[in-house]
Structures are given as C-alpha cells and as structure tokens.
C-alpha cells in the first residue's frame, strides 16, 4: 500500500529481540531445560514472550488496513484486507470466507484450467474505474469457470503460532512421518522457494522447503505465504529483494479469466495503479548492494503472522471429561494422534525466521499431506497431477479449534462430532479407521473426546 505506514525490518529486528530492547510484551516461563513454555494465560492474538510491542502494533495495524483501487486493490479480488479473512476469535484467527476452487480432469489427470484464470476464482472485481482519460473496468471471473466440472471451497485458515511452525528444520517433518504407522504416514511436500524469508539465512531462491502452510501444503514459508495472498486474495503485486535479486514471483496481476489483454477496454491498465502496485526493488535501485528485504507490507504480514503466539489451552483436571477425552485421543484404538501430532521433542522452536528459539508447542498436526479419499477436496496443484494427488490434504492443526466456528477445509459442518466422522474418506482414505473407530465410541466416550478438543 502506498502509505507512510510503519515497518519492520526482521532481521534488525531480531537483534532488538536478542538485547532485549524496546519493551516486550507476554509472558513464559522456562522448565529449567532451555526450553520455555508459552503461557496459558495469554489471550488469543497476543504476541509471543519477548516480542517487541512496537512492532507488533504497527504489524497488526498494517495486516488489519483496508486497501482501496488507489492502493491497487484489484483487478480481481477475494477481500480488500488480511484482516477481514482472519478474524475470527481475534484478529490473525480462522475466518467465515470459503475460497473458491475449481478444475476438471483431462485424460485422466487434473487440469487447473489455468487459461480462464484457475484453479482459484477470486469472488470480485473493482469495476469500473477512469484513468488517463479512457473509461476501464475490471470485469469478474465467471461463475461457473467454462469448462469446470470439479468445484471446492476452502476455508480461511488460523495464523496463531505459526511462526514457531516456520522456524522448524525440514528433518523435523521427515521424522515426524517416520513415527507413524503406515497405514496413516504423511508425506513432507517438499516445494521450490520464490521468496525467502530474510530472516532465515536456510532460504534461497530455487532451494527447496517442506511447504508447511494451506489446505494442500504448498506454501514454504510465511514470507512466501504473504505475499502469495496479498496477490491472490488482494490483488496486490509487489517486488522484493533477496541477496541482490530482484524477485517479480508476484508481481503480475490476475485478470479476469486470465484475459489475454489489459482489464476489458484496449489500452487500459489492470487496475487503477499502472504496472507493479508496489515496486519495492524499483524504489532501491533494483536491490543493489546485495539489499536483502521484503516489500514493506509483505515483511509486516511476515512479521505479524510470525509472532503471533500459539491459542492458549484450557487446563484440564484430572479424572474430568476432558481428561478422559485426551485418554482417548491419544489411544491406539482412535488412533488420532497419529495425524494430529503433538510430540514434545519437535515442536520446539529454532530461532529461523526472526522468532525466539527454545519456545516448547503443541500444534496437534504433523503439517504432512495425506490421502483423504473422498473428503480430499480433488484439486491439484498442478496441470497433469494424479487424481490421486488431488485428494492430498495437510493435517489441519486442532490448535485453538473451540475458536473456529466452521469446521473441515470447505467450512461444511460447525460440529465436531461430525467433523471426525466425516474423515470417512472411503477405502484409500487415511483418516477412514479413526472415524471408524470413533462411531464405535458409546456416546458417552464420544462426548468425552469432544469434551477434550473444545480445550484447544
């Protein structure tokens, strides 16, 4: 956005964290190991100990803005701000916005049907808009896509404490897939990079990552995730510098229906900020000195999604409901745990990307993909996947889930009873036998493990 809004840089940033500067806001307490537990008593959307509060609040405040077609909002469009999407139980939350996919098969292979703008239709457009005297406007993707026979919603994912997820080593992800039984293992996607995280010096254009993040895990890093969404779910384009190269990755804007020329009138701009929104590397001399920063409003995503801290858990007393739930939910029987994983000598966070190192969490996910037969959502990510592929979805960490209203990657029930028993994805359906397993609860047990995970 072109304001004179406030910005982090993270890698400056991480030596105030390290010196303890600025006035810090949370609370930790350490198990005399080195490794710190975050506390139970932080609201929902604080920050993570040792934060600094500045900054925290001019990212919150720039991941909360409202952008307008002067901003370059646009051509096409999902919100007009991060904050309108994630927004529930606080701000950085789930949200109440289904995403729209859609495809076909081709030969038997996924085809994103990329030439009418696929596999994501972004629900609006600017409209019309005047500039340099020529009357243009946006136009909207069509609804149906022509040519569409496969179509999926996808729910609007929480941000809290993902930045201790995007601290983790890839080999944390190889062993977390080596612990589980076969019949339920996961696979680490692993991804290319477009746009590295500053403050992680792992990072590199072309290197690769395990993707961590979305429905699919597809997405490497929170760096990358920002400025793909400013992109996609705003229309927003932008340039960063990574060691002196200029990275356009998003910086070329989404037309209506991928259309072949600029908006709907010949001659017009894209939308009502000509050429790149905002041409960071432009504006520093094309990230010469070997300058290493992302776009301003991308690094104050980064920022704010990186230090936001895990959902606080409710404490549970021994002998409750809650207590025999958890019994439950860790049990070979149900088997949950499986998936949703929670162990203690991984998820400790490193000190990559800018946040604390040493902070101990539990995601209940193992951020691997799995085949989910039918409730697989059946959208590649790519022309020619497998339609095997296309049922591959991220186990869905259950960290702060008594927050979310909607429930399962197209938001279809608020219940989670029938959430789990939805896992029922047929006979190649990894998450099959534990929704199983759960109909074979009495209701009593069922209410238990219920009980247990409205404690997240």
């Given at each position: 956005?072109?304001?004179?809004?406030?910005?982090?840089?993270?890698?400056?940033?991480?030596?105030?964290?390290?010196?303890?500067?600025?006035?810090?806001?949370?609370?930790?307490?350490?198990?005399?190991?080195?490794?710190?537990?975050?506390?139970?008593?932080?609201?929902?959307?604080?920050?993570?100990?040792?934060?600094?509060?500045?900054?925290?609040?001019?990212a919150s405040a720039n991941f909360a803005e409202t952008e307008s077609a002067a901003d370059g909002l646009g051509p096409i469009f999902n919100q007009n701000?991060?904050?309108?999407?994630?927004?529930?139980?606080?701000?950085?939350?789930?949200?109440?916005?289904?995403?729209?996919?859609?495809?076909?098969?081709?030969?038997?292979?996924?085809?994103?049907?990329?030439?009418?703008?696929?596999?994501?239709?972004?629900?609006?457009?600017?409209?019309?808009?005047?500039?340099?005297?020529?009357?243009?406007?946006?136009?909207?993707?069509?609804?149906?896509?022509?040519?569409?026979?496969?179509?999926?919603?996808?729910?609007?994912?929480?941000?809290?404490?993902?930045?201790?997820?995007?601290?983790?080593?890839?080999?944390?992800?190889?062993?977390?897939?080596?612990?589980?039984?076969?019949?339920?293992?996961?696979?680490?996607?692993?991804v290319t990079i477009s746009l590295p995280n500053p403050a992680d010096s792992s990072q590199s254009i072309g290197s690769t990552r395990v993707a961590r993040?979305?429905?699919?895990?597809?997405?490497?890093?929170?760096?990358?995730?920002?400025?793909?969404?400013?992109?996609?779910?705003?229309?927003?384009?932008?340039?960063?510098?990574?060691?002196?190269?200029?990275?356009?990755?998003?910086?070329?804007?989404?037309?209506a229906n991928r259309a072949g020329t600029n908006a709907i009138i010949n001659g017009c701009p894209d939308d009502e900020v000509p050429g790149v929104d905002?041409?960071?590397?432009?504006?520093?001399?094309?990230?010469?000195?070997?300058?290493?920063?992302?776009?301003?409003?991308?690094?104050?995503?980064?920022?704010?999604?990186?230090?936001?801290?895990?959902?606080?858990?409710?404490?549970?007393?021994?002998?409750?409901?809650?207590?025999?739930?958890?019994?439950?939910?860790?049990?070979?029987?149900?088997?949950?745990?499986?998936?949703?994983?929670?162990?203690?000598?991984?998820?400790?966070?490193?000190?990559?990307?800018?946040?604390?190192?040493?902070?101990?969490?539990?995601?209940?996910?193992?951020?691997?993909?799995?085949?989910?037969?039918?409730?697989?959502?059946?959208?590649?990510?790519?022309?020619?996947?497998?339609?095997?592929?296309?049922?591959?979805?991220?186990?869905?960490?259950?960290?702060?889930?008594?927050?979310?209203?909607?429930?399962?990657?197209?938001?279809?029930?608020?219940?989670?009873?029938?959430?789990?028993?939805?896992?029922?994805?047929?006979?190649?359906?990894?998450?099959?036998?534990?929704?199983?397993?759960?109909?074979?609860?009495?209701?009593?047990?069922?209410?238990?493990?219920?009980?247990?995970?409205?404690?997240?």
């Amino acid at each position: 956005m072109r304001r004179n809004m406030q910005w982090i840089r993270c890698g400056a940033l991480g030596a105030v964290l390290a010196l303890g500067g600025w006035g810090c806001m949370g609370d930790a307490g350490s198990d005399g190991t080195g490794v710190t537990t975050v506390s139970s008593e932080l609201s929902l959307g604080a920050a993570l100990p040792g934060t600094n509060a500045a900054a925290f609040s001019a990212a919150s405040a720039n991941f909360a803005e409202t952008e307008s077609a002067a901003d370059g909002l646009g051509p096409i469009f999902n919100q007009n701000a991060c904050g309108s999407c994630h927004q529930n139980g606080a701000l950085g939350g789930a949200g109440q916005n289904i995403e729209q996919r859609y495809g076909t098969l081709t030969n038997g292979t996924f085809n994103t049907l990329a030439a009418t703008g696929g596999s994501l239709r972004q629900l609006f457009g600017i409209g019309g808009f005047n500039i340099g005297g020529l009357n243009c406007n946006s136009g909207v993707d069509s609804n149906p896509a022509q040519g569409a026979t496969i179509f999926a919603g996808r729910m609007t994912t929480p941000l809290f404490g993902l930045g201790l997820v995007d601290s983790l080593p890839d080999s944390s992800f190889d062993t977390l897939a080596s612990r589980e039984p076969a019949s339920v293992r996961g696979t680490p996607r692993r991804v290319t990079i477009s746009l590295p995280n500053p403050a992680d010096s792992s990072q590199s254009i072309g290197s690769t990552r395990v993707a961590r993040f979305g429905w699919k895990a597809n997405v490497p890093s929170l760096a990358q995730f920002s400025a793909d969404a400013y992109l996609n779910e705003m229309g927003i384009t932008t340039t960063s510098c990574s060691r002196g190269t200029v990275v356009t990755a998003f910086a070329t804007e989404n037309r209506a229906n991928r259309a072949g020329t600029n908006a709907i009138i010949n001659g017009c701009p894209d939308d009502e900020v000509p050429g790149v929104d905002d041409d960071f590397a432009a504006e520093n001399h094309n990230c010469s000195g070997g300058l290493n920063q992302l776009q301003d409003d991308v690094n104050n995503f980064t920022f704010f999604m990186a230090h936001l801290a895990p959902p606080p858990q409710v404490a549970i007393t021994a002998g409750s409901s809650q207590d025999r739930g958890r019994t439950l939910f860790n049990s070979a029987t149900l088997a949950c745990s499986g998936c949703h994983r929670s162990d203690a000598d991984i998820f400790v966070s490193t000190s990559a990307g800018g946040v604390p190192a040493g902070i101990a969490f539990q995601p209940y996910s193992d951020f691997l993909v799995h085949d989910m037969g039918t409730l697989g959502d059946q959208i590649g990510l790519n022309d020619g996947d497998s339609v095997a592929s296309t049922r591959l979805m991220r186990t869905a960490p259950l960290w702060g889930l008594r927050s979310r209203n909607n429930k399962l990657h197209d938001g279809r029930t608020t219940d989670i009873a029938t959430a789990i028993r939805d896992h029922n994805g047929g006979t190649v359906g990894q998450g099959t036998a534990a929704a199983a397993a759960f109909g074979a609860l009495n209701s009593s047990q069922q209410t238990d493990l219920v009980n247990f995970l409205n404690t997240l």
